[in-house]
């Protein structure tokens, strides 16, 4: 057996076989998608995990620890109990149940974040993270696939003799699905490119200001708003404990990447990358790391820190959180081209047709309203629907083989036989 195959059995020895396991996941994912006529799917959604959850506390009497999350004193000292409870069981795998309520503002979809937290011989931390709200159907695969997987994990864990060498945190989200609130963060963009355009036509300050202001604005994410409540709630100890965040997501897609810097390309990973990642802690970090070398004195100036680093510095630090790794530039040189062809076909126009300019002339405010609205749609189509097309495209394409080499199935069976 090589080592490869050693590997998977080692992975796999703990769990049903491989092929029992499918065919369970097929008939939970069929079951999951059923609902009554009068139920909409987001209250289905959080039925199933309701049931779901009392599945749990009945298979496993005195093993189970449900809790509210929120910030109330008197939730916190049950939390604080459960938890030492449950961190100090020496007889075997044992599950934490948390229920967070969603803010108003953080509400798209469904109400409520699921964490079923097994502790484990460290306090160190793994999250394997779903969400299990959907948009417009029963979404087999966006995203009960990955709520079903997540939820087997969390059976194999509890139906084991021992506790996990880590702690593991199965977390099903929601309100990841943006309920097309994600199109406002293309349209924030379009207006910033819009303003720039006209701030570099009419030498305007007030445009370039307007401009600059939407540029992180348009970077922001309005789904993944469960996640996001969730990882609000998490101390610096907390955060410190996770060693990794995995996101379960359309796995029916049989693709390994989907683009993730534009609005409807996002999953709940994003709110863990997002931890003291956003532009007012890079700002924040850079103005200590300049002061912080202006203050070590002459020696750490002539060691090159600053000015020698600090613009390295900061181009390092705000680049990905300001323009998304390029995307608001490569956006802006289309919007300007964009513009300048506008411009050279009225031009064009006010030449050959003057009656047509007579006419732009009387009626200037209607005519540049409607050509700044047409500029602003064609702009949010070509951003929302057909550059992410495009550059999916050309990813699937480029890597068909690589990704038929990772989804390769190894028979470990024959393996070892031979």
Excluded at 143 to 163: C, F, H, M, P, W
Excluded at 254 to 260: K, T, V, W
Excluded at 278 to 290: D, F, N, Q, T, Y
């Amino acid at each position: 057996m090589d080592s490869q195959a050693q590997a998977l059995e080692r992975v796999h020895a703990p769990y049903a076989p491989l092929d029992a396991r499918v065919d369970q996941l097929l008939r939970d994912i069929r079951a999951a998608c059923q609902k009554p006529a009068h139920e909409s799917h987001n209250r289905a959604n959080e039925r199933q995990v309701e049931e779901f959850l009392s599945r749990l506390v009945a298979e496993l009497p005195g093993r189970t620890y449900p809790i509210p999350r929120d910030g109330r004193p008197e939730a916190s000292q049950a939390a604080r109990q459960a938890w030492s409870a449950a961190r100090a069981r020496r007889d075997g795998p044992c599950v934490v149940i948390e229920r967070q309520r969603l803010s108003t503002w953080a509400l798209r979809t469904t109400r409520w974040n699921y964490l079923f937290t097994v502790p484990g011989e460290s306090d160190d931390r793994v999250i394997l993270v779903a969400h299990y709200d959907t948009w417009r159907g029963p979404g087999a695969d966006d995203n009960t696939t990955g709520e079903e997987i997540v939820k087997q994990y969390l059976l194999a864990d509890l139906r084991s003799s021992q506790r996990p060498r880590l702690t593991h945190t199965y977390f099903l989200a929601g309100s990841e699905e943006c309920g097309l609130i994600g199109l406002l963060s293309q349209i924030l963009l379009a207006l910033g490119l819009q303003a720039a355009n006209l701030a570099i036509a009419q030498q305007d300050w007030l445009y370039a200001a307007a401009a600059i202001a939407l540029a992180p604005l348009a970077s922001y994410r309005f789904g993944v708003s469960g996640s996001r409540e969730y990882v609000k709630t998490l101390g610096q100890e907390e955060l410190r404990r996770i060693r990794a965040v995995v996101s379960v997501d359309s796995v029916g897609e049989g693709r390994l990447y989907i683009p993730n810097y534009l609005a409807g390309g996002t999953t709940d990973h994003v709110s863990s990358l997002e931890v003291n990642n956003g532009l007012w802690h890079r700002l924040r970090e850079i103005v200590a790391r300049v002061v912080h070398g202006w203050s070590a004195g002459p020696t750490a100036r002539r060691c090159g820190y600053p000015p020698a680093r600090w613009w390295r510095c900061c181009r390092a630090r705000l680049h990905p959180g300001l323009i998304q790794g390029w995307t608001f530039v490569s956006f802006f040189v289309m919007a300007w081209l964009l513009a300048q062809v506008v411009d050279w076909g009225f031009s064009l126009g006010f030449t050959l047709w003057p009656a047509f300019a007579v006419w732009f002339g009387r009626h200037a405010a209607f005519a540049m309203a409607a050509v700044v609205i047409l500029e602003l749609a064609l702009l949010v189509y070509l951003m929302a629907r057909r550059i992410p097309t495009w550059i999916d495209n050309a990813y699937r394409h480029e890597n068909r083989a690589d990704n038929r080499g990772s989804l390769r199935r190894v028979a470990v069976g024959a393996a070892s036989a031979g």
